[in-house]
């Protein structure tokens, strides 16, 4: 007898992590699935998997949290399994239902920022109130746990508030966000009153700046936005082989240390193919994934403040999108450069003999020969090193990460 096939397996988005929380605990209520006409809460599943039936929602250890199942108007009902165990302030995060058995009578406060004093003044005068910090992906001014570190703090200066946090995500479109915070919170409220504070009416507000915050919460405000010299980086080559990513990337390394300001990382091409990515071949899947492993390191060099500085050809837009999202996420910023030699002169250069094998076929899938490389339309900076010395050419990348207000190594310094 066969056993029945197994239930493929997919790890969502964080933004889908947090759409599914929603759907899961009936805080959109009577909506059930992604795909519904009109609604932002969209899945976004491998080409494999797009058929599929049924398809087990897991999270990033792998825990299976829903099953989604394919209806015929091809939206994905979700059917829940486990609630969301671990992360900062878990406990916080209660469903409208649970909501409604503990704290009914309250009046329910939307919060997307650090409270001000005058935010606070307002809601002295409510009585009993549940603050609702909207903590998901993209949504809150600060990172989601300091927002809820902030708003327990406003919570303690307030006579009578208790926190309540709601992984309430942004998806890009100011209108259809708009609609779904507003029929979220009335899924939390209930019947009881909901109370806007000034700044969700989009009202302009001349106190909200970081003086006007009580110290305890200015403290914690202070603590998510690092100084500009203190925010991680990732100083990202692009280009073909033989562009002059390394010899660039290996001087700006030399700039960043010997000024001995911050850490940093060197992320060779070369070098992760031989370590990190030992074994992987040239074919386009495997670049995305040299490419996203990359891209993990660099990110979490960049959450711990420190610099990184990659130089794989990275030869797909997509793959480069996808490790400027994951630095992004990681609340770092992501500097793409362009170095834009053209083939010609990469192949002129030829250095290590590799275009020459490749135009006789002796290498498939090389970069420019017989394997695309996508150019960049985001790049930060994009330079052609075309009979330019190395050091004019890198002044194009100083200028730029200066004139940027990323970091400024425009002077050598003198050992
Ligand atoms: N088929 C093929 N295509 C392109 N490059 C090839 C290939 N085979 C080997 N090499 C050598 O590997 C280096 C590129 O590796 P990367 O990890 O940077 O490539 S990728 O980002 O994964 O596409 C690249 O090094 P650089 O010259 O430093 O770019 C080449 O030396
Ligand atoms: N202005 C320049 N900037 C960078 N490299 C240059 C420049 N002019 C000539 N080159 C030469 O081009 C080659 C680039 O090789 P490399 O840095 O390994 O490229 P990649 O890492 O993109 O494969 C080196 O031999 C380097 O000396």
Redesign the pocket.
Known sequence: MSSPAPVPQHYPSPRELDDLELLATGALSPHDGFGAPGSPLTLDLPEALRDAPVVELVDPEGLPLARVHREDDGRRRVEPLARPEYGPFRRLYLSPAQVREQHAGRTVVPVTGPLTRRDLDALAGLGPTVLLALVGHGTAELSPVATLRATLRAAAALPDAVVVAVPLAAHGDADADHGLGVRVVEAYAGGDPVHALAETDGAEDEHDDGDDYPDDVAEVVDADRPAPDEVGLVLFFT?????G??TLARALVDRLLEQGRRTVTSL???V??RQL?AG?T?SKA??ET??RRIGWVAAEIARHGGVAVC?????FDETRQQVRAMVDDAGGRFFLIHVATPLEECERRD??G?YAK?RRGE?????GI??PYEEPDDADVRVDTTGRTIDDALGDVVDALAAGGWVDVRVRANG
């Open positions: 280009g073909l082989s033989g562009s990513k390394s060779d091409g070369d992760v193919r990515s992987l040239f495997d670049r040299n490419i130089s794989p050809i990275a030869p250095r290590k590799l490749a290498i498939p899938e090389f970069t017989s394997s």
